[in-house]
């Protein structure tokens, strides 16, 4: 294995003032890289705050800027791209995603930049049929941002076949973590008790945290003898939405969903709003691909990213959704309620593997006082029956659900309705359990569902159609 640690740059980043171009920028800053970032408006770009970093100024459909932006570099990560913006025709994103990928390969050829890494995306393979999906299964895109992402994807393997530069393409699963604000109007939904499934809400979806996806990029550049590959980057499992929306619900401290709309109807209202407002240009309240994302499977096999790559994210689930409430809360864009849940991982015999920033909060023991200690014996905890009692249930049927009462530091009590699940996808292989308490201190939790509002008929449901649409644009 070739691992270039010696050229520290400058690296050229596209698409550096969006969410993962970001992060990609200060993984590589906090690594020693120089930076150089390729934006469309360098003022906007200085807003974000991050400094040492080169500005190059242009766009993917200017190849003069292309050029002056890529000279001298050491390497690309091209994450820019048209994402899903209504009112543009098809050529649009052609323009943008095929031949900006063109133009920047071009030049990165002519320069002699010895590095390319691609960003493409899991919408290429669509609906997986038969998951767990894997890189070399068939393409199968679903609309014009996909079809787009699939031919520029093509043309950074070919390219980098023939031997004129070299490079790999990285998928990145759902891409979400702090300071995401794409997901916030599903968080936000769920903090109110204003959304619901289209269907049964059982079709898997995966996540992976932008942090984990950045260096993994950063890792797919290091590793000089890798070329023409394509890698699948997903967080350690996938799960069913509603399993998903469960553990999001936990930790807000919220009831879970539970109106499902029937899915042939909204899609015919999707597919009715597009064919109104697409010729008119107008953003359609209600898109027929938003409403397929209940109906559609995510779920991929990233073995090979493990074994090539050596990537491996470095979070639960749980804890992710953890920190990116942590965000919502620490910048205002969510309300804290109360109750609020707290998570923890930890083996069957009670020993703490993982201690959430939640549970810091409710119980005051730090991270260092909790991991490696049992959870038991650190709350003094008071069981319904025998904790033997308990850990057969757990055993047998991977589940418990009681109440308890815990011992906080500064010795006051805290009842908790707790959650025990065992768990057997552990990093070593052994069964732990992820144990969510969600603490009873006499508060109300809102219903999940506010009054009617706009009753039409026997058929209608107690959401109007503003807020459907506001559903359907979290996906």
């Known amino acids: 294995m070739v691992v270039n640690k010696e050229n520290k740059g400058p690296y050229l980043v596209t698409g ?18 120089s930076v150089r970032v390729f934006v469309r408006d360098a003022a906007q770009f200085k807003k974000l705050g991050l400094k040492e970093v080169e500005i190059a100024e242009g766009d993917l459909k200017n190849e003069k800027s292309i050029r002056a932006a890529i000279k001298g570099t050491a390497g690309v990560f091209h994450i820019a791209a048209l994402f899903r913006k209504a009112g543009l025709p098809d050529s649009e994103y052609y323009e943008v995603n095929v031949e900006g990928t063109r133009r920047l390969l071009n030049a990165a050829v002519e320069e002699g930049v010895p ?105 797919a550049m290091e590793l000089n003898h890798l070329n023409a590959e394509v890698y699948t980057i997903g967080g350690k499992r996938a799960l069913p939405l509603n399993e998903a929306v469960e553990i999001i619900c936990e930790q807000l401290g919220v009831r879970r ?9 909204v899609q015919l209202l999707g597919t009715i709003c597009e064919a109104i407002c697409t010729p008119l240009r107008i953003n359609p309240p209600i898109y027929r691909r938003r409403v397929d994302f209940f109906t559609k499977d995510r779920h991929f096999d990233c073995s090979k990213a493990r074994q090539q790559l050596g990537f491996q994210p470095s979070k639960d689930l749980e804890e992710e959704i953890a920190d990116i409430i942590d965000w919502y809360y620490a910048y205002g864009m969510l ?42 014996d650190l709350f003094k905890t008071e069981f319904p029956c025998s904790l033997e009692q308990i850990n057969r249930e757990l055993l047998r049927s991977g589940s418990w659900k009681g109440p308890l009462v815990h011992t906080k530091r500064d010795g006051s009590k805290l009842r908790v309705e707790s959650r025990w699940e065992l768990r057997n996808d552990g990093d070593n292989g052994a069964p732990y359990v992820l144990e969510i308490n969600l ?31 506001t559903l359907l644009q979290c996906v």
């Open 115 to 219: 590095r390319f890494i691609h960003c493409s995306t899991i919408g290429v393979q669509g609906h997986i049929e038969n998951p767990p999906a894997k890189e070399s299964d068939p393409y199968n895109p679903g609309d014009i941002y996909q079809v787009t992402k699939m031919e520029a994807e093509k043309l950074a393997l070919r390219t980098f076949k023939e031997g004129k530069i070299r490079g790999v393409v990285i998928r990145p699963a759902m891409i979400y973590g702090p300071g995401d604000t794409r997901l916030l109007k599903l968080f936000s939904m769920l903090s109110k008790g204003r959304f619901f499934y289209v269907g049964a809400g059982d079709k898997y979806v995966h996540f992976i945290d932008v942090r984990d996806l950045v260096a993994a990029f950063g890792r």
């Open 439 to 469: 603490p009873d201190e006499g508060d109300t939790v809102e219903p999940i569902l506010a009054p009617v509002e706009n009753v039409v008929g026997a058929f209608a449901y107690p959401f109007s159609l503003n807020e459907v649409a």
């Open 335 to 376: 309300v804290p309620k109360k109750p609020n849940s707290s998570t923890l991982l930890r083996t069957v015999e009670g020993k703490v593997t993982r201690w959430d920033t939640l549970a810091e909060k409710t119980y005051g023991f730090s991270k260092e006082m909790a991991e490696g200690n049992i959870s038991h």
């Open 16 to 33: 550096a003032a969006g969410f993962t171009g970001g992060h990609m920028v200060r993984w590589l800053a906090a690594n020693g890289y």
């Open 257 to 265: 969903p539970w109106l499902h709309l029937p899915v042939k109807p």
